[in-house]
T-cell receptor
Framework: NAGVTQTPKFQVLKTGQSMTLQCAQD?????MSWYRQDPGMGLRLIHY???????DQGEVPNGYNVSRSTTEDFPLRLLSAAPSQTSVYFC????????????FGDGTRLSIL | GNSVTQMEGPVTLSEEAFLTINCTYT??????LFWYVQYPGEGLQLLLK?????DKGSNKGFEATYRKETTSFHLEKGSVQVSDSAVYFC?????????????FGQGTRLTINP
């Protein structure tokens, strides 16, 4: 049972480069989310999706794009990386309804030089 | 708005000590409350949850009671082990306000010494 799979686990970029963080889940969850984790700030929501074709902004969306063409995949794109985007990124998913908990991936540690 | 405030860390205890990590919240609706745990190099795992006032969540010897009157959800364990060393996050979500949006506290790093 793979759960939520994130790739890559580590990445170093130069300022201005672009890249896509991949997230896939095999639990048929409708909801998927991206968070960033910074020291002393907990996790902050970047973007989320309530189903294929539907996305919305979270607390800190600037500098990031997302799309949801399938239920399984929810990639996060950095179009022009900035040092302020150095962080650990977590993808999460959950089924719709009630108070179901979110399932998290193992994270992607991203450094922008 | 919705927010979560956790006791600042790091917290260092000896094995078999009693643990309390404080968590208080503000919410505009009726939140569900969660404790997540993050072991080194891993993602977050749900530790326990409570969905209404006076509910007690429990798992792996950890407990937390949803106290509406004090807007608190403190995490407790009677006798900690070295394997409990991790970062603990208190979080909430509010039904009807995008239940997929978790609001997290800043996290509390716990280290248990043998």
């Amino acid at each position: 049972n793979a759960g939520v799979t994130q790739t890559p686990k580590f990445q170093v970029l130069k300022t201005g480069q672009s890249m896509t963080l991949q997230c896939a889940q095999d639990m048929n969850h409708e909801y998927m989310s991206w968070y960033r984790q910074d020291p002393g700030m907990g996790l902050r929501l970047i973007h989320y999706s309530v189903g294929a074709g539907i996305t919305d902004q979270g607390e800190v969306p600037n500098g990031y794009n997302v799309s949801r063409s399938t239920t399984e995949d929810f990639p996060l794109r950095l179009l022009s990386a900035a040092p302020s985007q150095t962080s650990v990124y977590f993808c999460a998913s959950r089924p719709v309804g009630g108070t179901q908990p979110q399932h998290f991936g193992d994270g992607t540690r991203l450094s922008i030089l | 708005g919705n927010s979560v405030t956790q006791m600042e860390g790091p917290v260092t205890l000896s094995e078999e000590a009693f643990l309390t990590i404080n968590c208080t919240y503000t919410a505009t609706g009726y939140p569900s409350l969660f404790w997540y745990v993050q072991y080194p190099g891993e993602g977050l795992q749900l530790l326990l949850k409570a969905t209404k006032a006076d509910d007690k969540g429990s798992n792996k010897g950890f407990e937390a009671t949803y106290r509406k009157e004090t807007t608190s959800f403190h995490l407790e364990k009677g006798s900690v082990q070295v394997s409990d060393s991790a970062v603990y996050f208190c979080a909430l979500s509010v039904k009807g306000q995008g239940a997929q949006k978790l609001v997290f506290g800043q996290g509390t790093r716990l280290t248990i010494n043998p």
